[in-house]
């Protein structure tokens, strides 16, 4: 099941925009995090915020995190077109097995020139 | 970065086949892997869980026999898709994470065809 909801599914904005990201989720958290997707490739990691944390930043990424409303955004200023891609926010889950990341719907981003 | 080396990279099969694909964990010690399924424009779904040197957990609805996990090594975790068919037909990608670090590191994903 997925726990992470995006939204909007599909961003196209032009470069030098920024983009704004979110997402939402359903149970508490210890952290959330938010991964990127080329298309056709893995995954890479951006950022993580704890559920202490408010912001972060990272470069031109900045994550928000609202523990109260279970929503997190993510801002990338300045966009370039490299940064098209799909972005997908994750949540831990824990069971039996261990802990395993629970992925939501996804944004996808594309950034014209 | 920690590197996660997934082959192969795109396979067609025949209906029937069965086709396994590796995940290995270059550089560091991968103390779970994780196996999920991607369908075009959606998003990760959760596969199962493997621990090195026990037994896969499957999510609710994954069919273990058909999709068979072993995580034998530290470095080193398998999934092979049995008897194939074209419903199979999907990306595959395996992710690890090393003990105590939060995040995961992606393979590059398998996109597999069934005819």
């Not at chain 1, 912001?55 to 200023?77: P, Q």
Request: hydrophobic letters at 30%.
């Amino acid at each position: 099941s997925q726990q992470g909801e995006e939204d909007p599914q599909a961003l196209s904005i032009q470069e030098g925009e920024n983009a704004t990201m979110n997402c939402s989720y359903k149970t508490s958290i210890n952290n959330l995090q938010w991964y990127r997707q080329n298309s056709g490739r893995g995954l890479v990691h951006l950022i993580l915020i704890r559920s202490n944390e408010r912001e972060k930043h990272s470069g031109r990424l900045r994550v928000t995190l609202d523990t109260s409303k279970k929503s997190s955004s993510l801002l990338i200023t300045a966009s370039r077109a490299a940064d098209t891609a799909s972005y997908f926010c994750a949540t831990r889950r824990s069971n039996q097995a261990g802990t395993a990341l629970i992925f939501g719907k996804g944004t996808t981003l594309s950034v014209s020139s | 970065g920690a590197v996660v080396s997934q082959h192969p990279s795109r396979v067609i099969c025949k209906s029937g086949t069965s086709v396994k694909i590796e995940c290995r964990s270059l550089d560091f010690q991968a103390t779970t892997m994780f196996w999920y399924r991607q369908f075009p424009k959606q998003s990760l779904m959760l596969m199962a869980t493997s621990n090195e040197g026990s037994k896969a957990t499957y999510e609710q609805g994954v069919e273990k026999d058909k999709f068979l996990i072993n995580h034998a090594s530290l470095t080193l975790s398998t999934l092979t898709v049995t008897s194939a068919h074209p419903e199979d037909s999907s990306f595959y990608i395996c992710s690890a994470r090393s003990r105590g670090l939060e995040k995961l590191f992606f393979g590059s994903g398998t996109q597999l065809s069934v005819l």
